[in-house]
């Protein structure tokens, strides 16, 4: 299958680039293992409480976060492409084995880019979530989308490090 190449629309796309200081091999065990995903996916005090991956283009990605005051927020998405130790892509547009998913016109539907690449001892880790509108990119960004991410990854490197 030929990788996916992505253009950024710097309207409708967020992305978050750093470097840290942990191996591509484990952000991608991080990223891909359910049993070590709900450790780190959600930003404190928040949880992720259910995971399931299908790692494969037409598998699931299920999580289920949920917040302080204990209400649940399920998210249902299609794996669209898997490079091990260097990409994952995942929509919340379509469901497992691309079945279109019911519009939610409250929602917020995007496609998650994970990239993962070697830079010294450690990974350079690039995060890009592709939106459908300038509208739902900004909505997503004031909704905290560099702050969540950025301690997600954060709690990632903390966890990983205790391998």
Known sequence: ???????????????????????????????????????????????TTECKIDLRPGGIFRTVMRSPEGEEYPGDACILEVIPNERLVWTDTLLPGYRPAPVDPSGMPFTGVISLAPEGDGTRYTAMVIHSSPESAKRHAEMGFYEGWSICLDQLVEYVKTW
């Open 1 to 47: 299958m030929a990788r996916i190449e992505f253009t950024v629309d710097p309207d409708r796309d967020l992305v978050l680039e750093r470097v840290v200081d942990v191996p591509p091999e484990l952000v991608w065990k991080a990223w891909t293992t359910p049993e070590h995903l709900v450790k780190w996916f959600a930003p404190k005090p928040w949880t």
